[in-house]
């Protein structure tokens, strides 16, 4: 079979109620309201009607996942594993900042060159890379770099100034040759974000520009018209990056660019004013512009793809890194993965199996007739012949683990056992995983939590927790302390500790030996 091209787009912070074609009140805040959790009913909406016929579209046509779980609830882990198949805490920077001990899953598991990588085996195979959008996974000393020279000059700078130019155009430059030189596998490498938007200074480069990231896809796609090799585009967009917001959506400057402020805007995608005004039309609220937003940016893709060709020839993945309910936390983690490719594809159907993140990159090679290297396998299994039976066998997933911060989880037959254990490091390390070990913050004389996480999850702080996924799918009751489930408690921690064993940095009593 002839290698197929393949894109793989991937938004940010989705849940399932961000898309039409999934289930509004399964995950997502819209969920939690409908569980009668207090602080999100006080505090937030549900998300309401929505415009995304384009994704709609490729989810009726194509195959649908709802039973797929990110590693990580944090977009730097969560990519990590996209690009390697691996568990965050099998990254390289996790050694050199915790040695051999307990390991804290933060925004610290940076992609190495030397690892191996999803667009290294494909370019191996004869395929064409590109990246465009966020690439969130620079090494630490990289990171620091960018932010040495994108903040080179006084926070109140404008784009005007010439010292605010010239750190913003070296710290992009910087960022582009770095994913160019080293061995990560891309050809083209265009359109880099080397962070989420909103730190970038000058203020006229800190909102969100996905126009700007679809027009350099798109003109890379088109360019591979007439061309032997197969392409591996990877399209990382920077929204919606929480709930969909009308007002951030509004206020968002279409010049804007980490590589500096544009003379035009792009025009690849409808203008703000046209998306605004069908859904106006449309009788939505405001903010279902960001969810348009995002399927004309995938409607785009679609249509290069389309003009050169290459729609039967092409196997088109559209995802996410992490939900935004319960980010920062190994609560819920089911998001959205959608699979088109006409005539490879059976289409319309909703596989429901347990699967993880860390089976996607082995799952794109064996679509691919790539051959899948053994350290993709360490914690991923593909999953191609659960869509093309004739291509391979398919062994089911007894279970998915997820580590964040400092918690553990393990998901299985219809549980989740989550596990929490504060190290005690020393202050440097303290600072890698909160003022406490966790996810804390102060304001005045008030504790707070990241993204209200103790809030959401009544359970949040206790150090074991037991849900049933089925009847509680929100884990708004856990069910550790009940005497009738003690059995199945300690069924789920020798799980975890099976899982746990595997990897390479303890984890409370779970890894000793």
């Known amino acids: 079979m002839k290698h197929p091209n393949i894109v793989l787009f991937l938004a940010e912070d989705l849940d399932f109620e961000g898309l039409n074609c999934y289930n509004a009140e399964a995950t997502g805040y819209t969920g939690l309201i409908r569980a009668q959790n207090p602080f999100a009913a006080a505090t937030q909406k549900p998300s309401g009607r929505l415009l995304t016929p384009t994704i709609d579209s490729l989810a009726g046509d194509g195959v649908m996942f709802d039973n797929y779980y990110c590693t990580s609830p944090i977009c730097t882990p969560a990519r990590y594993t996209v690009m390697t198949g691996r568990l965050p805490e099998r990254s390289k920077e ?61 926070p109140e700078a404008t784009w005007e100034d010439p010292d605010a130019r010239k750190g913003v155009q070296e710290g992009y430059q910087y960022a582009v040759d770095y994913l160019k030189k080293n061995d990560y596998g891309w050809g083209t490498v265009d359109r880099i974000y080397y962070e989420n938007p909103e ?55 279409p010049l804007s660019s980490p590589a500096g402020l544009l003379e035009q805007p792009p025009c690849v995608l409808p203008s703000r004013q046209q998306i605004l005004e069908r859904i106006q039309a449309a009788g939505m609220e405001e903010n279902a512009c960001e969810g348009l937003w995002l399927d004309e940016a995938v409607k785009a893709v679609r249509k290069a793809v389309d003009a050169i060709g290459a729609s039967r020839d092409t196997c088109f993945i559209f995802t996410t890194d992490h939900p935004t309910a319960g980010k920062g936390s190994c609560h819920l983690g089911r998001i959205p993965l959608i699979m088109y490719w006409p005539g490879h594809l059976e289409g319309g159907r909703i596989f429901s199996q347990l699967l993880s993140e860390t089976d996607l990159a082995s799952t ?39 580590e964040n911060v400092n918690s553990r989880a393990i998901v299985k037959d219809g549980y989740k056992y989550i596990a929490n254990r504060l190290p005690g490091r020393n202050s440097r390390e303290s600072e890698l995983c909160g003022r406490t070990g966790w996810l804390a913050f102060q304001i005045g004389d008030h504790d707070g939590m990241w993204w209200n996480l103790d809030r959401l999850f009544p359970a949040y702080f206790d150090k074991d927790q037991l849900y049933d996924i089925v009847e509680d799918p929100m884990e708004q009751h856990n069910l550790a302390s009940d005497p009738k489930r003690k059995e199945l408690l300690i069924s789920m921690q020798k799980a975890l500790a099976g899982e746990l064993c595997r990897l390479p940095h303890p984890f409370g009593e779970f890894t000793r030996k």
């Not at 925004?107 to 990246?131: C, R």
């Not at 896809?217 to 967009?237: H, K, M």
């Not at 396998?377 to 089911?396: E, I, K, M, V, Y």
Request: aromatic content about 12%; charged content about 15%; some cysteine.
């Open 199 to 253: 730190p970038y200074l000058p203020a006229s480069l800190s909102s969100h520009n996905i126009d700007w990231v679809i027009e350099g896809a798109d003109a890379y796609l088109r360019s591979r018209c007439g061309q032997n090799e197969p392409f591996f585009a990877y399209i990382a967009v920077s929204i919606p990056h929480a709930r969909y917001s009308g007002k951030r959506f509004r206020e968002a400057n």
């Open 364 to 402: 794109i090679l064996e679509l691919a007739g790539c051959p899948v290297p053994s350290d993709m396998c360490l914690d991923g299994n593909s999953f191609a012949g659960l869509l093309q039976p004739a291509l391979s066998s398919w062994n089911p997933r007894e279970s998915v683990l997820m």
């Open 94 to 154: 996790h050694r050199e900042l915790f040695g051999n001990g307990p390991s804290t899953v933060w925004f610290n598991s940076a992609i190495y060159p030397e690892e191996t990588l999803l667009p290294k085996m494909l370019k191996t195979a004869g395929y064409q890379t590109a990246v465009f959008g966020k690439w969130h996974n620079f090494p630490l000393p990289v990171r620091n770099e960018l932010h040495r020279r994108y903040h080179s000059f006084p």
